[in-house]
């Protein structure tokens, strides 16, 4: 098969092409206002390819299609990351360091909403260190996840704290990929670039930090910390080794695999030498064809999700093949005519196309050199051009309830029993940094905040 899949045409025109993404918003729909757990996303992506088959006109090339979007790398790596993140979470939080943690942090009465507001910080932080918003996730969800909730904060506001922080390390890292796409497509230095961001992204984070203070729901943590059991245990405070490693070697800018490989290894053998496992907590095969243990438990936990991504990168790929892409781009170079359209319709593009992919770097490499020609011609300055794109990523990728920055979460937080579990649909309402740069991004277009001629400098 070609490098990419052949071009698809569809029966009924735009209506037969947009039909596998109708299908997955109703499906999509329905089950948020059914509060599904992932299994339900599951359910919407592939009736969106089996519903797409009957408008394709040629079905081999639609085929083929389904495997291009199984193809791109970042699938393979999200779906890899996934499951290594499953195994170092699960060594964390069976081994009791959780529960060891939260009778800390109860006891110091640092519980409920401060708990909440620090977690977004301390997530911001990492994530601006290491760059990566996913890989952030499985290494502070499976930690400060559960210890607060235990704490006494609602689950959906503790998902939404590290979700939110996430988003921000996204947004303003110098090391995210998101930042450098956004500067390398509109010829920015990448210096200037973070400098001027921080006019949307702080304002934003202080929003954001505001809002888990004053609007966090805080519960008594009982019914969580008898979810989870076990007694508390200092010596389980060594598995801490695990997110340790990963955050050091993601800081050291080894591939995220990388990281989360040696911070299962160093995890096991941590664990080993301490006591806290024995070989057969972790892997064992007691016979009459069976496997167990913790590593196992934690790989086929992960079906549902991986799964999902599955039907996501398929459909993207029938999309991209069926010219959505180009569509979107067509968008921008129609209603692009002046500075002020220009901008909103780099904002609804890139939304569109972010919100659609479920990955900010592929919407902003798709539509870079486009928006970079029609910016130039209509006076929008590169450094506001690459701001509006991150941003307007940040914003939407975030808050479609489809995409990694919302199933990843709520798979995660599932993995701790029913009293923790957050559904999906429910995490965008509590990701108060996306929301604040959503506000931020309309006050900036339709006031000129942030706005510098083309001529200058910044």
């Given at each position: 098969m070609d490098q990419k899949a052949k071009r698809i045409e569809f029966r009924f025109?735009?209506?037969?092409?947009?039909?596998?993404?109708?299908?997955?918003a109703l499906m999509i729909g329905w089950a948020a206002f059914s509060q599904s757990n992932v299994n339900g996303y599951v359910l919407a992506f592939f009736a969106a390819l089996v519903t797409g088959i009957i408008f394709a006109k040629d079905e081999k090339a639609y085929g083929e299609a389904l495997?291009?979007?199984?193809?791109?790398?970042?699938?393979?790596?999200?779906?890899?990351?996934?499951?290594?993140?499953a195994v170092s979470g699960k060594l964390i939080s069976a081994s009791g360091a959780v529960q060891t943690i939260a009778?800390?942090?109860?006891?110091?009465?640092?519980t409920g909403k401060l708990f909440v507001a620090a977690t977004f910080l301390i997530t911001c932080l990492l994530a601006f260190a290491t760059g990566t918003s996913v890989g952030t996730y499985f290494v502070v969800i499976p930690i400060l996840?559960?210890?607060?909730?235990?704490?006494?904060?609602?689950?959906?506001?503790?998902?939404?704290?590290?979700?939110?922080?996430?988003?921000?390390?996204?947004?303003?890292?110098?090391?995210?990929?998101?930042?450098?796409?956004?500067?390398?497509?509109?010829?920015?230095?990448l210096g200037t670039v973070v400098k001027t961001r921080m006019r949307y992204s702080l304002p934003a984070a202080a929003g954001a930090l505001i809002l888990f203070l004053l609007c966090s729901k805080t519960t008594d943590g009982s019914e969580a910390i008898e979810a989870v059991g076990g007694q508390a245990d200092p010596v389980s405070l060594v598995m801490l080794v695990v997110p340790v490693v990963i955050i050091v070697l993601c800081m050291r800018r080894k591939h995220l695999?990388?990281?989360?490989?040696?911070?299962?290894?160093?995890?096991?053998?941590?664990?080993?030498?301490?006591?806290?496992?024995?070989?057969?907590d972790l892997i064992a095969f007691p016979g009459g064809f069976a496997?167990?243990?913790?590593?196992?438990?934690?790989?086929?936990?992960?079906?549902?999700?991986?799964?999902?991504?599955i039907g996501v990168f398929s459909l993207l790929g029938v999309l991209e093949c069926g010219g959505l892409f180009e569509d979107v781009r067509g968008l921008l170079e129609r209603f692009a005519k002046k500075e002020r359209s220009t901008e909103a319709t780099i904002v609804l593009s890139v939304g569109i196309l972010s919100m659609i992919t479920g990955v900010i770097s592929v919407a902003i490499v798709a539509l870079g050199d486009l928006v970079n020609e029609i910016g130039e011609k209509t006076g929008v300055n590169r450094y506001r051009r690459a701001n509006l794109l991150d941003c307007t990523g940040c914003v939407f990728c975030f808050l479609a309830p489809w995409t990694v920055h919302c199933v990843i979460?709520?798979?995660?937080?599932?993995?701790?029993?029913?009293?923790?579990?957050?559904?999906?649909?429910?995490v965008p309402i509590v990701n108060y940094y996306s929301l604040c740069m959503l506000v931020i991004l309309l006050v900036a277009v339709i006031t000129g905040y942030g706005r510098k001629s083309s001529k200058t400098n910044l």
């Amino acid at each position: 098969m070609d490098q990419k899949a052949k071009r698809i045409e569809f029966r009924f025109g735009k209506v037969g092409k947009l039909a596998p993404v109708i299908v997955t918003a109703l499906m999509i729909g329905w089950a948020a206002f059914s509060q599904s757990n992932v299994n339900g996303y599951v359910l919407a992506f592939f009736a969106a390819l089996v519903t797409g088959i009957i408008f394709a006109k040629d079905e081999k090339a639609y085929g083929e299609a389904l495997v291009y979007g199984l193809s791109k790398p970042m699938f393979a790596v999200i779906v890899l990351a996934v499951v290594l993140a499953a195994v170092s979470g699960k060594l964390i939080s069976a081994s009791g360091a959780v529960q060891t943690i939260a009778g800390y942090v109860v006891a110091a009465g640092f519980t409920g909403k401060l708990f909440v507001a620090a977690t977004f910080l301390i997530t911001c932080l990492l994530a601006f260190a290491t760059g990566t918003s996913v890989g952030t996730y499985f290494v502070v969800i499976p930690i400060l996840f559960p210890v607060g909730v235990m704490a006494g904060a609602a689950p959906e506001f503790m998902i939404g704290a590290i979700v939110s922080g996430a988003a921000f390390g996204d947004n303003l890292g110098p090391i995210s990929d998101t930042t450098i796409a956004s500067s390398a497509t509109q010829h920015a230095d990448l210096g200037t670039v973070v400098k001027t961001r921080m006019r949307y992204s702080l304002p934003a984070a202080a929003g954001a930090l505001i809002l888990f203070l004053l609007c966090s729901k805080t519960t008594d943590g009982s019914e969580a910390i008898e979810a989870v059991g076990g007694q508390a245990d200092p010596v389980s405070l060594v598995m801490l080794v695990v997110p340790v490693v990963i955050i050091v070697l993601c800081m050291r800018r080894k591939h995220l695999i990388t990281a989360l490989s040696f911070g299962i290894l160093a995890g096991i053998a941590a664990g080993m030498l301490f006591g806290v496992y024995r070989v057969e907590d972790l892997i064992a095969f007691p016979g009459g064809f069976a496997v167990s243990g913790a590593v196992i438990d934690a790989i086929t936990g992960t079906s549902g999700t991986i799964a999902m991504l599955i039907g996501v990168f398929s459909l993207l790929g029938v999309l991209e093949c069926g010219g959505l892409f180009e569509d979107v781009r067509g968008l921008l170079e129609r209603f692009a005519k002046k500075e002020r359209s220009t901008e909103a319709t780099i904002v609804l593009s890139v939304g569109i196309l972010s919100m659609i992919t479920g990955v900010i770097s592929v919407a902003i490499v798709a539509l870079g050199d486009l928006v970079n020609e029609i910016g130039e011609k209509t006076g929008v300055n590169r450094y506001r051009r690459a701001n509006l794109l991150d941003c307007t990523g940040c914003v939407f990728c975030f808050l479609a309830p489809w995409t990694v920055h919302c199933v990843i979460p709520a798979q995660q937080s599932a993995q701790f029993g029913e009293g923790f579990a957050v559904a999906p649909a429910s995490v965008p309402i509590v990701n108060y940094y996306s929301l604040c740069m959503l506000v931020i991004l309309l006050v900036a277009v339709i006031t000129g905040y942030g706005r510098k001629s083309s001529k200058t400098n910044l």
